[in-house]
């Protein structure tokens, strides 16, 4: 692992980011570079639409990075991300009926359970992106996240599946291909709020309850987790895009004007904005500057923004009351840049809010611009992929308990319940799963 290097892939509606890490001399992930490229137009509501384009500014974001990629002895992996409305997430159980009930739970056993669950799914959808455990039951005793050493009849996984459209995902892949770079070894598609929650959500929060909301420019992605499980996801064909065709109609503005009014000039609480402060739009072709009200700009955002709190609300009280989510919201993607955005969706919701930025170290020559809520996708990419490969290493490393590799599920059987290692690996399968999967993403 040490020399690897990852390289997150944030292929967006507006920007590919691309970042580079690898583990540092402590052993820490480390960011030691990162470039973007511009998307607009090529990929609408997280979904691409022209992959020779898509495959270009791939190319470009990459090559931004490539000073940090030399080095003849380093493997390449890149970690890339699936995000729009043809996403599926799904709960989906799994029970058991146990051949030895007296017998204590195993981390084969799960594995298995996992493992039997997949099939059936498979069969309908072969782009199964993930299997992401939520707890388990043994006959009537409380639902754990770790069965293993329980005794019983039956056995129930709740998992919650998360699927891809084939034609979208192949569209992907072609993408990907085309740009790779020769040095890049093999890779994993995840679901970008999978990869931004490990960015800017803590294990105490998803423990407690929390909504992440990715507000990005073509979409905005919402994830809730209860019990450190993801209990339901999913993707609004609605992002910052929308806010800037508001203020273009609104103040009768170019649509260049709103975007750089908005990301310049924008608040989400108009109160707080002086009735008398102005910006001059420059006039085209010698015409004269027009005056536009920072004060009905800031009007106009917090309007939207207010029915987005809403539908977040509407969509968390279909999993259960708001207020069992005790963490709140963390916003993040570019659209959490703008100010005063945590506190309006506070008021309107009553959950406490903060706007995430990814937690991670970097090298003094990356721009502090990763520091922010936008690159949280790209790094939760690296890191994600990160832990999936130290995983992998781990589990090589611990012989006979080997559950999982990069290319599958290996159950080994060997008598291997004592071997240290075991626990903290089958607490790496429960939050971290991973296996087999013909679409090579599974996670
Ligand atoms: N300071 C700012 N204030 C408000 N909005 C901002 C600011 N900076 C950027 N944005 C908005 O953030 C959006 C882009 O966010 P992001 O880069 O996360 O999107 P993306 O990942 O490319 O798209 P998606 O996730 O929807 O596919 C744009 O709508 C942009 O206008
Ligand atoms: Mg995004």
Known sequence: MRNDLIIGLDIGSSFVRAVAGRQNNSGKLEIIASGKANTTGHILQGEIVNINKTSLA???????????????????????????????????????????PREAVSVQEIQALIEDAKKPILEKNPILLHTLPIGFKVDNLPTTNDPVGQVGQKIQAELMIITANPDKYGLLVQCLLAAESEHIKKGNVYFSPVAASTAVLSSEEKEEGV????????????????????????????????????????????????????????????????????VMIPGIA????????????????????????????????????PQS??????????????????????????LECRVGVPMVVQNSQVSEEILDPSYATAIGLIQVYYEQLN???????????TIISQTGAEINQGNNKDKPGIKKIFTRVVDVLMGSNEAEGEY
Not at 62 to 68: M, R, V
Not at 214 to 219: C, K, L, N, P
Not at 331 to 349: H, M, N, R, S, Y
Request: charged share 25%.
């Open 325 to 350: 989510f005790k963490s709140g919201i963390v916003l993040c993607g570019g659209g959490a840049q703008l100010p005063d955005i945590a506190e309006l969706f506070q008021k309107v919701t009553d």
């Open 211 to 278: 909504i992440l909301v990715d507000i990005g420019s073509g979409t905005t992605e919402i994830s809730m987790y209860q019990n450190r499980g993801l209990v339901k996801s999913l993707v609004l064909n609605w992002g910052g895009d929308r806010l800037t065709e508001d203020i273009r109609i609104g103040l009768n503005v170019s649509y260049e004007n709103a975007e750089a009014l908005k990301t310049t000039f924008g608040s989400a609480i108009s109160k707080l904005i002086d009735i008398n402060e102005v």
């Open 58 to 100: 791939i190319s470009e974001a990459i090559k931004k990075i490539s000073g940090a990629l030399d080095g003849k002895n380093t493997n390449y992996y890149f970690s890339s991300n699936l995000s729009g409305s043809h996403i599926n997430v799904q709960p989906y159980t799994s029970t058991k009926i146990r051949k030895n």
């Open 391 to 401: 995983e992998a290493i781990l589990s090589e490393e611990a012989e006979a308990t």
């Open 286 to 321: 010698g015409r004269k500057p027009t005056p536009v009200s920072v004060k009905n700009l800031a009007i106009i955002l917090e309007e939207r923004l207010k029915e987005l709190a809403a539908k977040i609300i509407a969509e968390v009280s279909q999993v259960g009351d």
